[in-house]
Structure formats: structure tokens, C-alpha cells
């Protein structure tokens, strides 16, 4: 009775690994991430079973491939770079760590303490650890499952690594000091406290490794804010641009008259083809024109397709913008602007140009504001919870401009839906018509 049996702290490492591997992109999925998950299973036992062998000198060598095992089993069935495995490995240990002390505190009181008849027997040693191990990791679940999609979209660097990793080692050796101490010694009798003591530094570590996470959280969400502020006001600033370029212009196609009579008088061949060449430019850009009905859309649309132009993008729009009367300027500019631009992104990725395509639809139907914007793209994205996880190694420069287009959406009660299909990316917004 004087520490977990082996295949319990197997099991409880193994349970841990298979939620994290849940909440991921699978690297193998079907029978083949069972077989793994198997295997792995068989790896922690067996490594256990064997540990128990190991003289005292070498207990923390057991600890440190059994944590090792746990990292490699979760980056073998993750779509993860290995230092988020690593990441994610050290959390698994101490909450498994955690799991199988208070399983084994509680039936040492049933058991010893209280010296219940019932708890005496081989089964209910094992089903004892069913319910517990039942109820803690579905707990656990339920909380991963908040807290994970910020992990995957977190940058995990080594400095934000090292603080998980201290915090798990300090509190795992502080939690075992009475085992690694008295243990061996057949003269002191092991009592309840040292499991107590041995729980709550597995819990204080369990806490402080999930503090950390909420402050990291916290620190990205305020990076966030700020980062999206400055995508508001780029593109505002972007709109101001475009229309006092939208001014010019005008003026330019106004003069457009004057222009055809200097061609007409022009008698040198090469000069009077290059100012035709120059007038078609300009008519071209003036003619990427949209009438929406939208002031506002009208220039965001225009600026952005006199990029298109010069890109060799394709871009087609109908859009009615009097539906847009309920929103403001920025916003605007906002959810339209960078929609554009990662489409345009994209787009530009695309070697044939004759698949630069972007299409635009601004429309009501069925009671509801639809604006739907598509890109052809031959890379299909990785969506988790409607939203593109960058497999980019600097995630933390990523994915504000949606960030923004899902804020002002909401603020108006409405929703966003990402599709990929056939090679075509689509996003889709759609608002109440009550928002009017």
C-alpha cells in the first residue's frame, strides 16, 4: 500500500494524452490512431512495470522517459510542431500526475483509514480507480475543451515553454520529496499525509500551470485589441486614401476628352501609341468602378480592385450596398476591407492567373443580409471551430483581420461561416435584416 500501482499511473499518463490528442488535428486518424493509441498504451505499462525495479538513483530517469513517452505519443498523433508537444506533454504530466494521486489519497482513506470492509477487496481497488479516473477526466475534458483552441492559436515559443516546464518539475519533485525520503525505509511507516502532501503539490501545480496559461491568455488577448485597433484604423486610413485617389481620378477621366485630341493631332506614330495605351489604363481602372449604392462601399471596392488590376486578379462584384445604411464608416471599411485583402493574399499565391479570381455578393435573402466573399485558392486550409489555424511558424502576426471582421459581425448580431470547396474559399457574413 505504499505508492500507485503501476498500471494506474500508466493508464491515468495514457487518458491525459488520448484528451490533449482530441483536441487536435490528427496526424492519423481511424484504425490507425486506435492501433497507435494501443501501442502507446503498451509502452506506458510496460515502462511502468519496469520502473518499479529501478533502484532509488534512478527513479528520476523513469520519470523523465515516462514524460518523454507522453510528449512523443502526443506529437505522433498530433498535426503539431514538436515544441507545442512538448507544451502540451508537460501539462498532460502534471495533470495525470494529479489524477492518480487523488484517486490513490481517496482509497488509501476507504481502505486503511476508515478501514471499510468493502474497500478490502482486489475489485474494488479497480473499480474505485473507474469511477474517480471517470469523473477527473471528464472534468478535465470539459476544461481543455475551453481552453485548448487558444493553445493551438497561441504561439508556443521556448520562452513561454520554460515557465510550464519549471513549474511542473518544482511541484512534482516537492509532491514525491516524502516518497523519494522514507520510501525505502522499512522503519517509517507511510501515513496518510504524505499522500496529502504529495495531492496538494500535484494540485498546486496543476493550478499554476493553468494561472500561467489565463495571465499568458490575457497578455495575448490585450495584443489582440490593440493589433485589431490597428487594422480598424489602417483601413480607414486606407479609405481616406482611396477617395481622395477617387478624386483624382475623376478629374483625370474627366479630362479624358482633351487627351483624344491630343492623340487626333498627334502625327508621330510611337507617341500616339503610347498615349493610347495610357488611356486605356486609366479607362480600365475608372471602369473597376462600383455603383453600390454605398458611398463608402464604393471606394473600399474601388481601391481594392485598382490593386486587383495591377495584380492581374479578376474581380467581380454585385452588391447592393443601400442593405449597408445600418453600419458605420469604419465598420465598413473594417469587414470589407480585410476580407479583400486575405483574399487577395491568397489569390496571389495562385500561379495561373487565370484562377485570380475573387468574386463579391452583397445581397438580402430570406429575410437576412448575405455578404459573401470567394477566392479561388488550391491549398485547403485548416479549420478548427470555424476559424483558420495558420500553420505559419509566426502565428502571433496572423489572423486579426478576421479576428475584427467576427468582432464588428457579432456587434450587430450577426454570424461568420468559412468554407473551403472545390478549391474555392469562401467567406460568408450575414446579418438580421431587423439590424436596419
Same mark, same amino acid.
Given at each position: 500500500?505504499?505508492?500507485?500501482?503501476?498500471?494506474?499511473?500508466?493508464?491515468?499518463?495514457? /487518458?491525459? /494524452?488520448?484528451?490533449?490528442?482530441?483536441?487536435?488535428?490528427?496526424?492519423?486518424?481511424?484504425?490507425?490512431?486506435?492501433?497507435?493509441?494501443?501501442?502507446?498504451?503498451?509502452?506506458?505499462?510496460?515502462?511502468?512495470?519496469?520502473?518499479?525495479?529501478?533502484?532509488?538513483?534512478?527513479?528520476?530517469?523513469?520519470?523523465?522517459?515516462?514524460?518523454?513517452?507522453?510528449?512523443?505519443?502526443?506529437?505522433?498523433?498530433?498535426?503539431?510542431?514538436?515544441?507545442?508537444?512538448?507544451?502540451?506533454?508537460?501539462?498532460?504530466?502534471?495533470?495525470?500526475?494529479?489524477?492518480?494521486?487523488?484517486?490513490?489519497?481517496? $482509497?488509501?482513506?476507504?481502505?486503511?483509514?476508515?478501514?471499510?470492509?468493502?474497500?478490502?477487496?482486489?475489485?474494488?481497488?479497480?473499480?474505485?480507480?473507474?469511477?474517480?479516473?471517470?469523473?477527473?477526466?471528464?472534468?478535465?475534458?470539459?476544461?481543455?475543451?475551453?481552453?485548448?483552441?487558444?493553445?493551438?492559436?497561441?504561439?508556443?515559443?521556448?520562452?513561454?515553454?520554460?515557465?510550464?516546464?519549471?513549474?511542473?518539475?518544482? /511541484?512534482?519533485?516537492? =509532491?514525491?520529496?516524502?516518497?523519494?525520503?522514507?520510501?525505502?525505509?522499512?522503519?517509517?511507516?507511510?501515513?496518510?499525509?504524505?499522500?496529502?502532501?504529495?495531492?496538494?503539490?500535484?494540485?498546486?501545480?496543476?493550478?499554476?500551470?493553468?494561472?500561467?496559461?489565463?495571465?499568458?491568455?490575457?497578455?495575448?488577448?490585450?495584443?489582440?485589441?490593440?493589433?485589431?485597433?490597428?487594422?480598424?484604423?489602417?483601413?480607414?486610413?486606407?479609405?481616406?486614401?482611396?477617395?481622395?485617389?477617387?478624386?483624382?481620378? =475623376?478629374?483625370?477621366?474627366?479630362?479624358?476628352?482633351?487627351?483624344?485630341?491630343?492623340?487626333?493631332?498627334?502625327?508621330?506614330?510611337?507617341?500616339? +501609341?503610347?498615349?493610347?495605351?495610357?488611356?486605356?489604363?486609366?479607362?480600365?481602372?475608372?471602369?473597376?468602378?462600383?455603383?453600390?449604392?454605398?458611398?463608402?462601399?464604393?471606394?473600399?471596392? =474601388?481601391?481594392?480592385? &485598382?490593386?486587383?488590376?495591377?495584380?492581374?486578379?479578376?474581380?467581380?462584384?454585385?452588391?447592393?450596398?443601400?442593405?449597408?445604411?445600418? &453600419?458605420?464608416?469604419?465598420?465598413?471599411?473594417?469587414?470589407?476591407?480585410?476580407?479583400?485583402?486575405?483574399?487577395?493574399?491568397?489569390?496571389?499565391?495562385?500561379?495561373? /492567373?487565370?484562377?485570380?479570381?475573387?468574386?463579391?455578393?452583397? $445581397?438580402?435573402?430570406?429575410?437576412?443580409?448575405?455578404?459573401?466573399?470567394?477566392?479561388?485558392?488550391?491549398?485547403?486550409?485548416?479549420?478548427?471551430?470555424? +476559424?483558420?489555424?495558420?500553420?505559419?511558424?509566426?502565428?502571433?502576426?496572423?489572423?486579426?483581420?478576421?479576428?475584427?471582421?467576427?468582432?464588428?459581425? =457579432?456587434?450587430?448580431?450577426?454570424?461568420?461561416?468559412?468554407?473551403?470547396?472545390?478549391?474555392?474559399?469562401?467567406?460568408?457574413?450575414?446579418?438580421?435584416?431587423?439590424?436596419?
Amino acid at each position: 500500500m505504499l505508492d500507485i500501482p503501476k498500471i494506474f499511473t500508466a493508464f491515468a499518463e495514457w /487518458c491525459t /494524452c488520448i484528451i490533449f490528442i482530441a483536441f487536435t488535428v490528427k496526424r492519423i486518424t481511424g484504425i490507425k490512431l486506435a492501433a497507435v493509441a494501443a501501442l502507446w498504451f503498451a509502452v506506458f505499462a510496460v515502462w511502468q512495470f519496469g520502473t518499479s525495479y529501478f533502484p532509488l538513483l534512478l527513479w528520476p530517469l523513469g520519470i523523465a522517459v515516462a514524460a518523454a513517452f507522453m510528449v512523443l505519443f502526443i506529437f505522433c498523433c498530433g498535426k503539431i510542431r514538436f515544441i507545442e508537444a512538448v507544451y502540451l506533454g508537460a501539462s498532460a504530466f502534471i495533470v495525470a500526475e494529479f489524477i492518480a494521486s487523488v484517486e490513490w489519497q481517496c $482509497f488509501y482513506y476507504l481502505k486503511v483509514t476508515f478501514n471499510l470492509g468493502f474497500a478490502q477487496s482486489e475489485w474494488f481497488k479497480y473499480f474505485f480507480a473507474v469511477v474517480i479516473y471517470s469523473i477527473c477526466f471528464t472534468a478535465f475534458a470539459f476544461c481543455e475543451k475551453k481552453f485548448f483552441a487558444r493553445i493551438v492559436k497561441d504561439e508556443i515559443t521556448v520562452k513561454t515553454l520554460l515557465p510550464t516546464i519549471f513549474i511542473v518539475l518544482v /511541484c512534482f519533485i516537492s =509532491s514525491n520529496v516524502a516518497f523519494l525520503t522514507y520510501g525505502n525505509d522499512p522503519e517509517i511507516k507511510i501515513t496518510e499525509k504524505i499522500f496529502e502532501v504529495r495531492t496538494l503539490f500535484d494540485f498546486c501545480g496543476l493550478v499554476l500551470v493553468y494561472v500561467y496559461r489565463i495571465l499568458r491568455e490575457n497578455f495575448n488577448n490585450q495584443t489582440e485589441i490593440a493589433a485589431m485597433q490597428n487594422i480598424l484604423d489602417k483601413q480607414y486610413r486606407q479609405y481616406r486614401a482611396y477617395k481622395k485617389n477617387d478624386e483624382i481620378i =475623376s478629374r483625370h477621366y474627366h479630362d479624358l476628352k482633351h487627351q483624344v485630341d491630343v492623340i487626333l493631332n498627334e502625327k508621330e506614330l510611337q507617341k500616339r +501609341e503610347e498615349y493610347l495605351k495610357d488611356m486605356c489604363r486609366s479607362i480600365k481602372i475608372r471602369q473597376t468602378e462600383s455603383l453600390t449604392g454605398n458611398e463608402v462601399l464604393d471606394t473600399v471596392l =474601388s481601391g481594392k480592385r &485598382m490593386g486587383c488590376v495591377k495584380d492581374g486578379i479578376t474581380f467581380n462584384v454585385v452588391a447592393d450596398g443601400k442593405l449597408l445604411k445600418f &453600419m458605420s464608416t469604419m465598420d465598413i471599411c473594417s469587414v470589407f476591407g480585410n476580407s479583400i485583402d486575405n483574399a487577395v493574399e491568397s489569390v496571389k499565391k495562385v500561379e495561373d /492567373c487565370e484562377k485570380r479570381i475573387i468574386q463579391i455578393a452583397l $445581397f438580402e435573402q430570406h429575410g437576412m443580409i448575405v455578404y459573401r466573399i470567394r477566392n479561388y485558392y488550391e491549398t485547403a486550409p485548416v479549420l478548427i471551430n470555424n +476559424e483558420i489555424v495558420t500553420l505559419k511558424k509566426d502565428k502571433s502576426s496572423h489572423g486579426y483581420g478576421l479576428k475584427s471582421i467576427k468582432g464588428i459581425v =457579432s456587434k450587430y448580431g450577426g454570424t461568420t461561416a468559412i468554407t473551403y470547396k472545390d478549391n474555392w474559399f469562401t467567406l460568408c457574413v450575414t446579418f438580421p435584416r431587423e439590424v436596419e
